[in-house]
């Protein structure tokens, strides 16, 4: 594995009103929709910690520390993480395999006219469905789906930053796919529950840009 630590600093500013207003309305949805799915299952789907992932996308924009402005959420969900990567300038995109999460994520960015895009699919590109093989029986990440990167048109290497949520026991997934495509210099941005956040870099070779 070539993936290098960065240490987040626990003193990041808190998001300014748009930012609240945003999640406060992004909460909201999530509430309905959770409200609305009651007896059936969320597939997988549980918001992450928005408030500190926006304050860690806005020091990674602060300091400079991406290789450039392409960020990808795996497994969008109601693509709060995707909308707040749009509000820093971003070319923000998010890859979701359940279809009624997409339509809210394309629901949330209109409603706050953020160029974010959407797409229905896996994020795990073909011919890596190897990555699912140690998973257990249980296990919340989907495999199969379309490929999401041929209706993005770019693939994981072209991507400067990305965002997941995996479910415990679900990491190596992640980092597998991250360690293979990511391009040397990428940000690995990752949310473990009570744990908090951890941010990663590829290493090994020469950076772009
Ligand atoms: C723990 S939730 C996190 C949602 C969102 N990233 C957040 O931070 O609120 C994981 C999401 O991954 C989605 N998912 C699971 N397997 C996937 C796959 N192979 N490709 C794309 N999305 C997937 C689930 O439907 C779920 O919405």
């Not at 987040?8 to 309305?25: K, N, Q």
């Not at 309905?32 to 304050?55: H, I, K, W």
């Not at 795990?124 to 990167?149: E, H, K």
């Not at 041929?150 to 997934?173: K, M, Q, R, S, T």
Request: proline share 5%.
């Amino acid at each position: 594995m070539t993936l290098e630590l960065i240490p987040i600093p626990s003193d990041t500013p808190p998001p300014d009103r748009r930012i609240v207003a945003l999640l406060d309305e992004a909460d909201r949805r999530i509430e309905a929709f959770l409200g609305e799915r009651q007896n059936r299952s969320t597939g997988g789907f549980v918001p992450s910690d928005f408030d500190a992932v926006y304050r860690v996308l806005r020091w990674i924009e602060d300091g400079h520390l991406a290789t450039g402005t392409a960020f990808l959420e795996w497994g969008s969900g109601l693509g709060v993480v995707t909308c707040l990567a749009a509000t820093l300038g971003w070319d923000a995109c998010g890859i979701e395999i359940q279809g009624d999460l997409v339509e809210q994520a394309e629901r949330l960015a209109e409603a706050f006219d953020l160029p974010a895009t959407f797409v229905h699919g896996t994020f795990i590109p073909t011919g890596d469905d190897d990555v699912g093989d140690t998973l257990a029986a249980s296990a919340w990440l989907q495999m199969g789906g379309s490929d999401a990167y041929e209706d993005l048109g770019l693939d994981i290497e072209d991507f400067d930053v990305i965002f997941a949520y995996p479910w415990p026991g679900e990491h190596h997934v992640v980092e597998t796919l991250f360690d293979r495509h990511a391009a040397v210099g990428a940000l690995l941005l990752t949310y473990h529950g009570l744990e908090g956040l951890m941010l990663r870099r590829k290493a090994g070779g020469r950076m772009r840009r």
